[in-house]
């Protein structure tokens, strides 16, 4: 680390130096307002500015960005990525800490390349705020000022300016102001630590009536406070808030495709979990209303990403009190209406105290007993604001790769968002609605997915839709899944025929533990399509039959005509200690069965719970009377498996549509037990 | 692959919507690799009895139109409403705010009582038939009207966008009207024209008619902290038919 002290003439002749050799985005003014744009002349620059309107992950992660080129229909290639190293100028440290936080983001899990191959192009300059905007709040939020996540900061003493180089990157920027310069005195350093000091201080518009640390805590007692629909009668649902949003990171997925019917693009849009249709599944379920979409955004800034991550994912820049005309989307008004309602949230927490159900759920899902622990898995004392950038090794990883042409193409061979090949062996239309497919991937490679898992299928040009698959693991190197004509992909997957190719991406999920069951009576319940996922976990339990004991399957359905696998369910029943049961809701055409709901079947499956271990999957309005029969009939939580649809988007937890409150679908379910998700208010709703 | 056959009509209505198709200029030629334009008033002389996708522009205000348009969805596998017109009735929804005999005698003067002036009251086009998508807009915009037509040959089914004009005027990363003390109709009015006249400075008129869900309560709650009426909020949501 280095400090120098310039004029600030110098900073624009460095600027000048800097345009000569990169791209630089950087503050400029526009429209009375501020933003971050590719800077042309120097003199553009401005370090004096209040906020941007919008944040610098736009330059991470862009409004609108091509994920896949495709010439339908059946090639897939990662586009040609803009491999141009840029200077980011001008951040200020709220912003760095939410960079910090989206590093940590991309990098989780499957890292996203996209956002990853920016990244390590960026070289970011922090500035300290000389201007504190409307809304701020940074000083509230511990981001006023950062000592690291940037490469150089500029710090304004006076007509000087401090410049700290933080890392190689940030040397290399340094040495442009030539050799002939001073290093910073240790009463400069006094004078930065007096701006500091001002800064932590000042950057307060709005006053927390807590620390950040409190506000996990905080929302866990809150869930069904009467606030979110107070509150959520006067938002719009427009987005705003979510798109001004440095720490906001979801997105959609759409095709377009030119003229010529073949050759398109895969896009990726920033997306807004307060948009009426964000959370709505093909089918037209609606999971989130509008109270419950304007409480996800405060829940997930303030209790899940804390849970998940170990950070709060609100920083303080106050975009979204500037951009929400309706004057509901400030998160220091939320917070400290419900300080004043919940004030228990400030005291110690007790052991066992039931309140933290919610964070205590998700924790638990997430393998992890609370968020202090979660901040601790991220190397961090205590629950922070800001993670230290240790995202830093996939990152150099694709920095590297980025000057390496083989590694590029190893790296995008690997694009988690280009799917791979599968050509239709079968179909077969299964009633009136349902087809099944048998797919085989290209070069006859094998799915290897479990029982329960997804896949998503590709109709370059159409889209993208998550399907169950529907046949069991051990079935060589093709695979079933059977589809509901219920959206674009899906009706336009109705007139493909064999040896047509389609995109696959995944399996993807969590699958249904058949190994730990060995042993158990297994009872399987499925209304609906609910059949087609449990259907693997069936072929599975019958192909090692010696393996469970009884199979009991309780089947209901709408109508004698929506009957899935009429056949196959003939035969499971001469299989030894296999029994079906079946039901319909409408007695409708031929039908010597039960009519009633899929309850119904219930007492006559002869459960023994301690030695049962049931399969649940059906559509949502079923869980809550198959479960609450199935606890009466006294089986445990643990012992029960729920599959549950959500909108399962990129598959790879970003983003954002298929979360059952802080719960990504598509990483821990969709198979879940219901121990694990009866304290999580949107799962079973 | 037989190119799928394309008829465009017109009812009440100014023909921008068409002139758009127009001034798609040399995607046309484009377009009309990928499909047969078989009957269109303002573009060709030919005619057809059947066609795959009809495009139909304009409202609909007299009883012959009613019949003519039933005719059109018989003969129509695909039919798309083409505009604000057609959609949700447009400026020509104007009228209703008046006593019919009034608004002829305004138009038309003395000649108000001509026969062939029939004017009914104004009706969308999915008042009348039922319609399979709808492009918004006044003018619709025609790369919209490209990406659906391409998407319908593909055989997808086009959705309407139901996401409020914010979305894309925020993505655009303008200044809202509301800061600038404009009545702005964009967080209630349907997207999809990337914020348009917001990006060009000005305040949305909400040509593309209201998202599925908007919420009022929280519209007027806006207009009485931006220190406006329902009335002039009102006024604006007529100009277009908003319902």
Known sequence: MRVIKVEETQIASWTRTLLAQQRVVAVQERDERFVFDDLHQAEDLRLDHDVTLQPPLRHFLPEREELVSFDR?????????????????????????????????????????????????????????????????????????????????????????????????????????????????????????????????????????????????????????????????????????????????????????????????????????????????????????????????????????????????????????????????????????????????????????????????????????????????????????????????????????????????????KDPYVPGQAKILAKRALTNHETLYRLCLDAERKLGHKSGQFVQISLMGIGEAPISVSSGPDDGPSFEIVVRRVGNVTEALERLHPGDTVGVRGPYGTAFPLADLRGKDILVVAGGIGIVPVRSAIQEVLWHRGDYGRLTIAYGMRAPQDRLFGEEIEAWQKEPGVTVLETVDHLEGLWHGQVGPVTTLLPSCGIDPPTTAALVCGPPVMYRYVLADLIAAGMEAGDIYVSLERKMKCGIGKCGHCQINGVYVCQEGPVFTYAQVKNLPEALQ | MKKPRVAIFDFAGCEGCQLQIVNLEEELLSLLEVVDVVEWREGSSEKSPEFDIALVEGAITRPQDVRRLEQIRARAKVLVALGACASHGGVNKLRQRLDLGAAKRIVYGASAREAFLGSGPVQSVDEVVSVDARIEGCPIDSQELSSVLRSLVLGGEPKTPNFPVCVECKRAGNVCRYERGEICLGPVTRGGCGARCPSYGMWCYGCRGSVDEPNIHAARAVLERYGKTVQELEERLALFGSR
């Open chain 1, 73 to 413: 229909p059946d090639r897939y290639a990662p586009v040609e990525p803009d491999d141009r190293p840029f200077v980011l100028l001008g951040v200020h440290p709220y912003d760095v800490a939410a960079i910090c936080q989206m590093d940590a983001v991309f990098a989780a899990g499957v890292p996203d390349p996209h956002y990853n191959r920016r990244r390590a192009l960026a070289t970011v300059v922090a500035c300290d705020v000389e201007t504190p905007s409307g809304n701020v709040f940074a000083g509230a939020m511990g981001t006023a000022v950062v000592e690291d996540g940037y490469d150089v900061l500029l710090t304004r003493i006076g007509r000087q300016y401090l410049v700290e180089s933080r890392t190689a990157k940030g040397d290399g920027l340094l040495a442009l102001f030539g050799d002939d310069v001073e290093d910073a005195l240790p009463s400069d350093l006094r004078r930065r630590e007096a701006v500091w000091r001002r800064n932590r201080q000042g950057l307060r518009q709005h006053a927390l009536a807590c620390p950040p640390q409190a506000l996990p805590r905080l929302l866990a007692l809150s869930y069904n406070d009467e606030l979110w629909q107070e509150r959520s009668e006067y938002c719009l649902s427009c987005g705003a808030c979510n798109l001004v949003c440095p720490t906001c990171y979801c997105f959609d997925v759409q095709d377009v495709v030119g003229w010529d019917l073949k050759s398109g693009r895969r896009l990726r849009l920033c997306d807004s979990c307060m948009l009426e249709d964000f959370a709505k599944v093909a089918g037209g379920h609606q999971f989130r209303l509008r109270r419950d979409r304007y409480r996800h955004r405060f829940y997930r800034k303030g209790l899940y990403t804390p849970e998940r991550f170990g950070f709060v994912a609100c920083v303080g820049c106050g975009r979204c009190i500037d951009s929400c005309i309706a004057g509901v989307a400030s998160p220091v008004d939320v917070y400290n209406t419900l300080l004043e309602r919940h004030p228990e949230a400030l005291e110690e927490p007790r052991e066992g105290a039931g309140a933290r159900s919610l964070g205590q759920a998700l924790a638990s899902l997430l393998g992890r007993e609370s968020a202090e622990e979660a901040a601790s898995a991220a190397r961090e004392p205590v629950l922070t604001l800001r993670p230290r950038c240790e995202a830093e090794e996939p990152r150099l990883a694709l920095a590297k790769a980025a000057t390496d042409a083989l590694e590029v193409e190893q790296l995008v061979a």
